[in-house]
C-alpha cells in the first residue's frame, strides 16, 4: 500500500514538473556541450525496518559517488554507486534478512528541468554477502554553484528493494566537473 502511494505521488510530481518545464524556453541542442561530471556523496539513510541486535537503527551513515554525462541541455545518464556503512537486519515478511555493508550501484536517467535542479530515476543492483537484491531509485538534486566547474548538492532518494525493504537517502554532494568537450 505505502510502495503505491510513493509512485502515485511520484507521478503526479513528474507530471507537475514537466508542465513547469514546458514553461521554460527550450535550450537550443547546438548550443548544448557535452560534459562529464563526478561527485561523492555524504549522505545518511533512513530504512525504517532495520535492526541491529535488538534495537532499532533509524539512520545508517552512507558515502555515494556519483558520474553523469551530459548528452543534451535537459538530459544526463548517470552511474550512481554508494555503500552503507553499517550492518543491519531488515524485517521482511515475518523474516530477517542481514545486511551487512551493502553496495549498490544503479543505473539513472536525470531530467534537468531548472538549470540547477533535476529528477533522476532508474534501475539498480544492491550486493551483499548473504543476498543481492534488484530495486529502483527515484531521486531529486538541487546544486548550489560555487564556482564554474564546482557545485555543492543537496540530494534525496528513495529505492524500493524488490518488496524486501526500503530506503531514503538524503546527502550532501560535492560535484566537479571533469570533461567537457572542446
Avoid at 27 to 32: A, D, P, Q, S
Amino acid at each position: 500500500m505505502l510502495q503505491k502511494f510513493f509512485s502515485l505521488v511520484i507521478g503526479l510530481c513528474l507530471i507537475n514538473f514537466w508542465v513547469i518545464a514546458q514553461e521554460f524556453e527550450n535550450e537550443e541542442e547546438e548550443g548544448h556541450i557535452p560534459k562529464i561530471r563526478g561527485a561523492i556523496m555524504m549522505a545518511n539513510s533512513h530504512v525504517p525496518n532495520a535492526f541491529e541486535g535488538d534495537k532499532r537503527v533509524a539512520i545508517i551513515p552512507t558515502w555515494g559517488l556519483d558520474l553523469d554525462y551530459f548528452f543534451h541541455p535537459r538530459w544526463s545518464v548517470a552511474f550512481q554507486a554508494d555503500i552503507k556503512l553499517q550492518s543491519f537486519e531488515v524485517e521482511a515478511e515475518g523474516a530477517f534478512l542481514e545486511r551487512s555493508y551493502p553496495f549498490s550501484g544503479a543505473f539513472v536517467m536525470h531530467y534537468h528541468a531548472k538549470r540547477h535542479w533535476s529528477f533522476y530515476a532508474g534501475p539498480g543492483y544492491e550486493f551483499e554477502k548473504s543476498e543481492n537484491l534488484r530495486f529502483f531509485r527515484f531521486g531529486t538534486e538541487y546544486s548550489f554553484e560555487i564556482t564554474e566547474k564546482f557545485e555543492i548538492a543537496l540530494n534525496l532518494a528513495y529505492e524500493t528493494k524488490q518488496d524486501v525493504y526500503n530506503a531514503w537517502t538524503f546527502g550532501v554532494a560535492f560535484n566537479k566537473l571533469l570533461w567537457e568537450k572542446d
